[in-house]
Structure formats: structure tokens, C-alpha cells
């Protein structure tokens, strides 16, 4: 696996530079075109892509429950995000039936714990047994809309989530018109709302599926994963971008590079990727209830490690990548990009206890932002000033530019 050491390669000069903004910034606060600061003071477009939009910075929040009011919405606007996946919704037929409803839920109680990785690395994850968002898809579509016209200043991308029918064991026939029906509505509320278009539409396959008995078997998976684009492609055509984020299964890493060979070999292929949905522990008892999913290092641990093996052998055009679980710092985002990731999408970090931040003043976005950004050790721009000289990159390269630059390396 392509590594990075624990330290990056910055002179004196550019530490001293990283210290000085790290703790000015953490005491007056975050500026809302803080990608302007970076690129004043250290020549780096943060620039990027998801899936096949521009976005600001390739920082994004992934779905969750932090990302399912408005209010969350604003906030993250305010402090400058690339993007926002919005909690998924759970697909509905017009009659209004859902065939994966047991995914609904409104529970939202979590408890965040410290873990730790088989590599005895510390870290945290996110504890908790909701599933979906628990409206109907009338209030997704709503709550979508809204958050496009909040976005839309700020210059930030919003994308919906969605759990579509997946037939289990026994023959189950696929519930099409569900993939027809909640398609053709999301793609109604993105043309009203004059949302970015293609469509950008993330298909939840979540880790809780993997202890389920529908993943039970790897012919399965592998046939949903083929039937879906297929599907989608067949409701929206050309309107809507999809991305697959691949889950964790339940089996090796060469499964994960079947999973993901697959997709990006397919006759119908998914616009982008998201790689990949957390690990679930199908022993672990929480509040009662058997299996739950976590993170933290042997997530990123794995990820990585399956990123990597693509990397090295590289399919022949590789689909764009958008890359989640346990980015905790730069120098996390920094290991995806080597893998041609070219955005990053947090939840627990958006989690961590404000002890956790140098920045006193602002919201959790901000303070997560300034850490993960400027931070002289463990920030991204240390480490791409790291990367620029280790692989002879461009100066005018953007994140984008550099991810793609990386894969072929
Ligand atoms: C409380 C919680 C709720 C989540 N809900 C969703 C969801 O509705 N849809 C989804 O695609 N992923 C969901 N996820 C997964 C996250 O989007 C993310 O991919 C995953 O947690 C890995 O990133 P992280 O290590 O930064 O948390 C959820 C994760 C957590 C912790």
C-alpha cells in the first residue's frame, strides 16, 4: 500500500506559516471564502469534483443525522462545505408503499465512543441502531428543495440519498417502480428548485444491510450491484448522476474489489463511487439489539487498503471516487487522494466533542474545518504542499487535477 509517513515534508518556512494561521484562525473565527485565504497564502486550489460537478473544496457532509434539517443545512453553508449528502430517504411506489420501510426510522439517539483499531490506532465512532429518515417522501422532496435554494449562495452542492428496493433471497422480483416513481419525483424537486443538474444522487447500500440476510450471498450482491445503474438509468437517463456508495460486506477485501470492478466495468455504469459505507460487527450488542455498524481506524484501515489494491491495478477508466469513512484529518484525506479520491465526506468528525478543536468561536462545521485544513501536522494543506514536492505535482493543479494525477502514478 501506497503510504504516507507520519509527518509531512514542509520547510520551516511554510511550518511557521501553518502555525501562525492555525492560531490566528482559532481565535477570530472562520471566513466564509476561506478557500481564497488558502490559495493567497499557499498557492493551492482546493477546486475539486463530485462525481460530475465542480465544487468548491472536496470537503462534503456525508449522509447521517446531521444532515437532515435545514438548520444543519444553513450552518453548513455558512462555513464554506463543498457539499452535502442529505439523509436517506427510503424509496416509495406512488401508493405510497415502501419495500424497505423496516429502514425507516426516526431514532435518533447516538453515542459517540473512542475505539480502538486492530492496528491499536485510537479513534471514534458513532454508535446507534436508526436506520432511514423517518418522513414521508413528500417531506424529503420538500426538505431537498429548500436545501438547494440555502446552498445555492454559498456556492455549495446538495445531494439526496436514497435506499431503493433490493430483492432478498427465493427469486424476489425487483420492485421497479419504485426505482420509477421515487426517481422521477426527486428528479421533479431538482428541476423546480433549479438544482445542479445532472442530478447527483447518492444509492445507500448501508452497513446494517450487510448483517441482514438479504447479503447473504455474494451472487446477490454482486446482482444488485449490476441491476441498479441499470435501473436508475432506466427512470432518469442522462438527468441523473448516480453514485453508488458500495458498502462493507460481510466477506474479504478481494470481495470489496469484485464489488467495485464490477461497477466501473458494468455495460450500465454508475456516474462516480463512494467508497465506503462503515463495517459492521454483527456481534455487538448495543441497547439490546445484536449487530451494529462502527468506524474508526479499521474502517479507513480497510478502505484503504481496498483503494489501494485498485490503484495498482487501475481499471481502464476508472470512475470518479468521493471517499468516506474515518477522514479524520488531512493527512486521511490525503491517504484517499493517493487512491484518486477527489472528495471527502465526514460524519463522525462533524461529532467530535469541541474539546477536540483548537477554535473557540464559530459552529462544529467551522472548527472541524479549521482542524482538518490548517492544522501544521495533520492538515490537508500540509500535506498537499507535501505531495506537490513528493510527486513533482503542477503548482496550478487543483485537488481534482491532483487525484487524477495520483492514480495513474
Ligand atoms: C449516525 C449515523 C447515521 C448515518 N446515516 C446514514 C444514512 O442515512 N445514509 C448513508 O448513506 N450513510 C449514513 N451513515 C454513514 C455516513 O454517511 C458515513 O459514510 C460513515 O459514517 C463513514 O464516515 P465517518 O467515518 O466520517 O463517520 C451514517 C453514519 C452515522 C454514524
Not at 210 to 227: F, Q
Not at 241 to 262: E, R, T, Y
Not at 341 to 346: G, K, L, R
Request: contains cysteine; proline residues 6%.
Amino acid at each position: 500500500m501506497l503510504d504516507l509517513p507520519a509527518l509531512p515534508d514542509v520547510s520551516g518556512e511554510e511550518r511557521l506559516k501553518l502555525l501562525d494561521d492555525y492560531e490566528r484562525l482559532a481565535a477570530s473565527g472562520w471566513p466564509a471564502d476561506w478557500e481564497t485565504l488558502v490559495e493567497a497564502r499557499y498557492g493551492i486550489r482546493l477546486s475539486s469534483r463530485y462525481g460530475p460537478h465542480r465544487i468548491r473544496n472536496p470537503f462534503g457532509k456525508a449522509s447521517g443525522q446531521l444532515s437532515l434539517t435545514v438548520r444543519q443545512v444553513k450552518h453548513d453553508a455558512a462555513a464554506g462545505l463543498g457539499f452535502v449528502v442529505l439523509k436517506t430517504v427510503i424509496a416509495e411506489e406512488a401508493g405510497g408503499q415502501r419495500s424497505m420501510g423496516d429502514w425507516t426510522s426516526r431514532e435518533t439517539r447516538m453515542k459517540l465512543e473512542r475505539i480502538r483499531g486492530g492496528s491499536g490506532e485510537e479513534g471514534w465512532t458513532v454508535t446507534w441502531l436508526g436506520r432511514g429518515w423517518g418522513g414521508s417522501l413528500s417531506d424529503y422532496l420538500q426538505f431537498y428543495a429548500e436545501a438547494v435554494e440555502i446552498a445555492r449562495p454559498a456556492g455549495m452542492l446538495v445531494v439526496p440519498s436514497c435506499k431503493f428496493h433490493l430483492p432478498g433471497a427465493g427469486g424476489e422480483e425487483w420492485r421497479e417502480e419504485e426505482y420509477r416513481y421515487t426517481t422521477g419525483r426527486l428528479l421533479d424537486a431538482a428541476q423546480a428548485a433549479r438544482a445542479a443538474l445532472p442530478m447527483p444522487l447518492e444509492k445507500d447500500f448501508s452497513p446494517t444491510l450487510a448483517g441482514s440476510d438479504r447479503a447473504s450471498e455474494r451472487d446477490r450482491i454482486l446482482g444488485w450491484l449490476t441491476r441498479v445503474p441499470a435501473l436508475i438509468r432506466a427512470a432518469g437517463g442522462d438527468r441523473v448522476a448516480l453514485g453508488i456508495k458500495v458498502f462493507n460486506a460481510l466477506f474479504d477485501d478481494d470481495f470489496q474489489l469484485v464489488m467495485v470492478s464490477l461497477l466501473e466495468e458494468a455495460p450500465v455504469r454508475p456516474a462516480y463511487l463512494v467508497y465506503a459505507n462503515r463495517l459492521f460487527d454483527p456481534d455487538r450488542v448495543f441497547q439490546g439489539w445484536r449487530g451494529v455498524a462502527y468506524g474508526g481506524p479499521d474502517l479507513s484501515d480497510r478502505n484503504l487498503r481496498v483503494l489501494s489494491a485498485r490503484r495498482r491495478h487501475p481499471p481502464a477508466a476508472p470512475l470518479p471516487v468521493s471517499a468516506t469513512g474515518n477522514i479524520d484529518t488531512g493527512r486521511r484525506a490525503a491517504q484517499y487522494l493517493l487512491c484518486g479520491a477527489s472528495s471527502f465526506q465526514m460524519h463522525t468528525l462533524f461529532q467530535w466533542p469541541d474539546t477536540e478543536f483548537a477554535m473557540r468561536v464559530g459552529g462544529k462545521t467551522a472548527r472541524a474545518l479549521h482542524w482538518l485544513v490548517f492544522h501544521p501536522e495533520h492538515g490537508f494543506i500540509a500535506w498537499l504542499l507535501d505531495l506537490r514536492r513528493r510527486f513533482d505535482l503542477p503548482a496550478d493543479a487543483d485537488v481534482f487535477d491532483i487525484a487524477a494525477t495520483l492514480l495513474r502514478k
